[in-house]
């Protein structure tokens, strides 16, 4: 009861956004079940429904943005088709079901529970572009050479019926089996094969690869408690999405912004100032790696060639690092900044937009809009080419994002505590950065980072010397550098109900006074963990 209370407590208490269920208002713009498309739609529309269409999404997926299909031209090109779910044919500007997804802006995506952007009729029905189910979609359809240079492009309102909702890893195994020789398995071959084109195209135009530690709760289906926690696993088939995505974005963003220059809804990433990277660059020097960030070509060159023999850990660690370096990604209206400010610095790109999903991103719909309008489908509506009213919009999206990125955040530390609360484990960990009296670790295992702070009992009287520049601390007779492997106890501090917290002590290196005994069983179970080899004398 406890764990539930605390959990709802997170949304009520940390997303300032609408999390209510949704109004009578809002539930009376909805259309009627059973329902179906409108003759009319195929007439305005272009009917796709003969393409081998496919969706990949995390397992589980409910709201399915996105779909592609890919087929093979008779001059040796190939057809790409990115299919977005087309939100805004039941989403009416002004309408109550409009305001309401205005005032989210964004759905919430919580460890064990999703608090939606629009109700779930439409993020889990109508618009999910579920398989073997006719949706109305969005397209964006293009003409690509083998090596992934875009001939032709195409925007419209479609038809679409999708012959497979995959995961991640269903794809994979399909793109893997070379036996396998249907139309399905033989389309998403191809579309992996320019995925890989489009991505070095990206590196070699300076776009970041980095990293950031992802985390995956195993929730128990009757208590809704946490009984596993991994870090997410990334297959080919997710750098496969994530490409086609990108490229709907930039052709959608260069096309609205040449349609409607005062007024469309774009998203940037400005430039970090040198001075943020001082700590990236020291931190790479004293393990004889050098890092240049003069240009963000410079610093992708950088991270893709930074080495350490013996450490394969190491350059993911330097990319988790580089993240913090960044400025925050922001909407913004087109009309409102001069056009050198557009730029994407970690996609280096000069024109960027969010088109690919509506359901779970208010900001999307907005696009979807502009768009419709650029081809003729649909008309503008007064506040749609009011910049100051778009500034605005994009103002509180912005707000609203963070307010998301902020809950999301607590609702994993709070899994996190309650999957922790009866353990008490030694894991290994690394530096991530290093304080005057802390350190902060990444378990890897779990994907959790945490600030250990480091005293001396009385009796040691440990002296402790912090060289910033050389990001390393040295207790007594011991060193700690940024990127050192160490060991780590977890556990939940339980003071107080209301300040349950997990915390972590360091066990190794041994530092007389400072660090803490291992521990090799689970407290509160009667399950015994084998000791870490990493545990040994070092």
Not at 68 to 97: T, W
Not at 182 to 189: Q, V
Request: glycine letters at 4%.
């Amino acid at each position: 009861w406890y764990q539930r209370r605390v959990r709802e407590a997170v949304v009520s208490t940390q997303s300032t956004g609408p999390h209510l269920p949704f109004s009578q208002s809002v539930l009376d713009c909805l259309p009627k079940l059973p329902w179906s498309i409108a003759d009319y739609e195929f007439v305005l529309r272009e009917d796709l429904r003969h393409l081998c269409v496919c969706s990949v999404d995390p397992p589980g997926c409910t709201d399915i943005d996105d779909a592609l299909h890919f087929r093979k031209l008779g001059n040796g090109n190939a057809e790409v088709g990115v299919h977005i779910a087309d939100l805004s044919y039941f989403v009416r500007p002004g309408s109550a079901l409009d305001l309401e997804a205005q005032k989210r802006g964004t759905s919430v995506y919580l460890c064990d529970k999703r608090i939606d952007m629009v109700p779930d009729v439409l993020s889990s029905n109508l618009c999910s572009l579920r398989s073997n189910e006719d949706r109305l979609a969005f397209s964006a359809i293009f003409e690509m050479t083998p090596d992934g240079q875009i001939v032709n492009r195409k925007f419209c309102k479609t038809v679409i019926r999708s012959v497979a909702s995959l995961t991640y890893a269903e794809a994979q195994i399909l793109i893997d089996d070379k036996n396998r020789v249907d139309p399905l398995s033989e389309g998403l071959r191809g579309l992996n094969e320019l995925a890989k084109k489009l991505k070095q195209q990206r590196i070699e135009a300076g776009a970041l690869t980095l990293a950031s530690p992802e985390v995956r709760f195993h929730i128990d289906s009757e208590t809704h408690d946490p009984i596993g926690i991994e870090t997410k696993e990334l297959k080919e088939t997710n750098s496969m999405i994530e490409e086609f995505m990108l490229l709907a974005n930039c052709e959608v963003a260069r096309y609205i912004e040449k349609a409607f220059p005062q007024c469309a809804v774009l998203r940037r990433h400005p430039s970090p100032p040198l001075s943020n990277f001082d700590l990236l660059v020291n931190a790479a020097a004293v393990k004889g790696v050098k890092v240049s960030c003069s240009s963000n070509r410079e610093l992708a060159y950088s991270l893709e060639h930074a080495d350490v023999p013996g450490d394969p850990f190491f350059n993911i660690l330097l990319r988790i690092v580089s993240t913090r370096c960044m400025m925050q990604a922001v909407y913004f209206c087109s009309g409102m900044l001069p056009e050198e400010e557009y730029f994407h610095y970690g996609l280096a790109v000069p024109c960027y937009t969010h088109f690919t999903s509506p359901i779970r991103r208010y900001p999307d719909l907005l696009v979807h809009r502009l768009l419709a309008a650029s081809v003729g489908y649909d008309k503008t509506y007064t506040e749609l080419l009011d910049r100051n009213k778009v500034h605005e919009w994009c103002e509180n999206l912005n707000y609203r994002h963070h307010q998301a990125q902020l809950v999301q955040r607590s609702s994993i530390a709070l899994h996190t505590q309650l999957y922790f609360k009866e353990k008490c484990l030694d894991e290994d960990a690394y530096i991530l950065f290093v304080r005057r009296n802390a350190i902060v670790v990444l378990v890897r295992r779990y994907g959790l980072e945490s600030t250990i702070f480091l005293k001396s009992d009385k009796q040691s009287n440990v002296e402790f010397n912090y060289e910033e520049e050389k990001c390393k601390l040295t207790i007594g007779k011991v060193t700690l550098q940024m990127f050192d492997r160490v060991i780590v106890q977890i556990s939940v501090e339980d003071c107080s109900i209301q300040h349950r917290k997990l915390r972590m002590k360091l066990v190794n290196p041994i530092i007389p006074g400072v660090s803490v005994e291992p521990i090799y069983v689970t407290l509160g179970k009667d399950e015994h963990l084998p000791k870490p080899d990493s545990l040994k004398p070092s």
